[in-house]
């Protein structure tokens, strides 16, 4: 078993690496962009970073499933399956904000053993391991130490359909902006659930992401000794369209806010 967690530790690593490369000698480049919604955007750049992460994979676990933003692949029965996001922050990508990343993460009978988030433009890797910590470019890192929310610098997002959706998101925006220092959108969810990981965000909430916005962040955030639960305080899994995660201290209070 530890030559295997070792084997799929490097298959997600070089996989995300790749990918990620290959997306930071497209940034300025002219793309091919196709809309898959009103503001839901998609490039060639998404679907070829898809690509390689997925033949990597199949090359070490040909028999695995996996689940991918881009593209529906054949069903496999598995016990195992890979949850990808190519490209997260593809809007950002586009227009040159340099926030987005590489998401990939590897279930066993639906609980996540591994996770790792890349971010080429700062060539930062973000690693989770079920019971052995979260890691930034290999070293140890952990949640804030911040116990007040009014003191606290929280991250949000909105979904694609904020322009048509009753529960858009905005009135929570606007309630957590005052009883805050701070909120910021930044377009990532992976990247945001990472970087509450790693102290630089408090406290991170959206609604209608999907499993591959959320599985590799959602373990390196709990393997940095975060807290991931739905807006009630009710148990988390990647399908659920609505998470709320934090750094566990303000995880309560963060709860009494969006109940309000």
Same mark, same amino acid.
């Given at each position: 078993?530890?030559?295997?967690?070792?084997?799929?530790?490097?298959?997600?690593?070089?996989?995300?690496?790749?990918? =990620? #490369? $290959?997306?930071? &000698?497209?940034?300025?480049?002219?793309?091919?962009? %196709?809309?898959?919604?009103?503001?839901?955007? +998609? /490039?060639?750049?998404?679907?070829?970073?898809?690509?390689?992460?997925?033949?990597?994979?199949?090359?070490?676990?040909?028999?695995?499933?996996?689940?991918?933003?881009?593209?529906?692949y054949?069903?496999?029965?598995?016990?195992?399956?890979?949850?990808?996001?190519?490209?997260?922050?593809?809007t950002?990508?586009l227009?040159?904000?340099?926030?987005?990343?590489?998401?990939?993460?590897?279930?066993?009978?639906?609980?996540?053993?591994?996770?790792?988030?890349?971010?080429?433009?700062?060539?930062?890797?973000?690693?989770?391991?079920?019971?052995? =910590? #979260? $890691?930034?470019? &290999?070293?140890?890192?952990?949640?804030?130490?911040? %116990?007040?929310?009014?003191?606290?610098?929280? +991250? /949000?997002?909105?979904?694609?359909?904020v322009?048509?959706?009753?529960?858009?998101?905005?009135?929570?925006?606007?309630?957590?902006?005052?009883?805050?220092q701070?909120?910021?959108?930044?377009?990532?969810?992976?990247?945001?659930?990472?970087?509450?990981?790693?102290?630089?965000?408090?406290?991170?909430?959206?609604?209608?992401?999907?499993?591959?916005?959320?599985?590799?962040?959602?373990?390196?955030l709990?393997?940095?000794?975060?807290?991931?639960?739905?807006?009630?305080?009710?148990?988390?899994?990647?399908?659920?369209?609505?998470?709320?995660?934090?750094?566990?201290?303000?995880?309560?209070?963060?709860?009494?806010?969006?109940? %309000?």
């Amino acid at each position: 078993m530890a030559d295997f967690q070792k084997a799929h530790k490097q298959v997600a690593i070089e996989a995300a690496l790749k990918a =990620g #490369a $290959y997306i930071k &000698r497209n940034v300025g480049k002219h793309l091919s962009v %196709r809309y898959k919604g009103e503001i839901n955007v +998609v /490039t060639h750049v998404d679907k070829n970073a898809e690509r390689i992460i997925v033949e990597r994979i199949k090359k070490s676990f040909p028999c695995h499933a996996i689940l991918a933003e881009e593209k529906n692949y054949a069903k496999v029965q598995s016990d195992f399956k890979w949850i990808i996001d190519p490209l997260d922050g593809t809007t950002n990508f586009l227009h040159g904000f340099p926030f987005f990343c590489v998401s990939v993460a590897l279930f066993h009978k639906e609980k996540p053993l591994f996770g790792v988030v890349y971010d080429p433009e700062k060539n930062e890797l973000f690693t989770g391991e079920c019971g052995k =910590g #979260a $890691y930034l470019n &290999r070293k140890r890192i952990g949640v804030s130490k911040i %116990r007040e929310l009014k003191k606290s610098m929280l +991250v /949000t997002g909105f979904a694609y359909n904020v322009k048509s959706a009753r529960n858009n998101n905005i009135e929570n925006f606007t309630r957590f902006l005052k009883a805050s220092q701070a909120v910021r959108r930044a377009g990532s969810a992976a990247l945001d659930l990472c970087y509450v990981a790693c102290g630089r965000f408090d406290g991170f909430w959206e609604l209608y992401l999907n499993p591959w916005d959320m599985a590799a962040g959602a373990l390196i955030l709990e393997e940095a000794g975060g807290k991931i639960t739905q807006f009630d305080g009710s148990p988390f899994t990647v399908y659920d369209k609505e998470l709320l995660a934090s750094n566990s201290k303000l995880h309560s209070q963060m709860i009494r806010v969006l109940q %309000r």
